[in-house]
T-cell receptor
Framework: SQTIHQWPATLVQPVGSPLSLECTVEGTSNPNLYWYRQAAGRGLQLLFYSVGIGQISSEVPQNLSASRPQDRQFILSSKKLLLSDSGFYLC??????????FGSGTQLSVL | AQTVTQSQPEMSVQEAETVTLSCTYDTSESDYYLFWYKQPPSRQMILVIRQEAYKQQNATENRFSVNFQKAAKSFSLKISDSQLGDAAMYFCAYMGGYGGSQGNLIFGKGTKLSVKP
């Protein structure tokens, strides 16, 4: 069966520091991969999606970037975090249908 | 642009009873998908049920069923025989069809469901 791993679960970072959040999927090949962010008390907003290695599409302009160095690995990064980058980040994958399956999320606090 | 509206910020149901969560959406697309996701206190998003717009038959998953009214752009979730573990935030979500949104789920603001023992 397919599983998705996301880490760390929580992260506290100072303003101006770099960020790297990692997500990996097991049990499937060539998944579509996604990074979402959830603001407090709100639904999720799509940040990036990828349909293959090295293929990244961004949905909103921001201080973040994403990379997909391997088929089942998706990384969310920032060179210098801003206070506004705080939030709950969720990685997700989908196969050949429209069902998205989410990881357990990372609560990022930028102080 | 597509929008999803959940008009009930909070709902409460007695254990073993039935509750219906409302969702309306706006789109000009004819091909799309609708979802209900559950977010328990752990905050992981869990897929509850999915509906293809081209299917007239309402989707069901065990105790969960939907009432999909395409003309009215309404997509409500019915939870039967409510259990304490059903307590969570429930999000209605929309995704455009093939060649459209590429996994861009558009979420409503959510409904917080409480289950009373």
């Amino acid at each position: 069966s397919q599983t998705i791993h996301q880490w760390p679960a929580t992260l506290v970072q100072p303003v101006g520091s770099p960020l790297s959040l990692e997500c990996t999927v097991e049990g499937t090949s060539n998944p579509n991969l996604y990074w979402y962010r959830q603001a407090a008390g709100r639904g999720l907003q799509l940040l990036f999606y990828s349909v293959g290695i090295g293929q990244i599409s961004s949905e909103v302009p921001q201080n973040l970037s994403a990379s997909r160095p391997q088929d089942r690995q998706f990384i969310l990064s920032s060179k210098k975090l801003l206070l506004s980058d705080s939030g709950f980040y969720l990685c997700a994958w989908s196969g050949d249908n429209e069902k998205l399956f989410f990881g357990s999320g990372t609560q990022l606090s930028v102080l | 642009a597509q929008t999803v509206t959940q008009s009930q910020p909070e709902m409460s149901v007695q254990e073993a009873e039935t509750v219906t969560l409302s969702c309306t959406y706006d789109t000009s697309e004819s091909d799309y998908y609708l979802f209900w996701y559950k977010q328990p206190p752990s905050r992981q998003m869990i897929l509850v049920i999915r509906q293809e717009a081209y299917k007239q038959q309402n989707a069901t998953e065990n105790r969960f069923s939907v009432n999909f009214q395409k003309a009215a752009k309404s997509f409500s979730l019915k939870i039967s025989d409510s259990q304490l573990g059903d307590a969570a935030m429930y999000f209605c979500a929309y995704m455009g069809g093939y060649g459209g949104s590429q996994g861009n789920l558009i979420f409503g603001k959510g409904t917080k469901l409480s289950v009373k023992p």
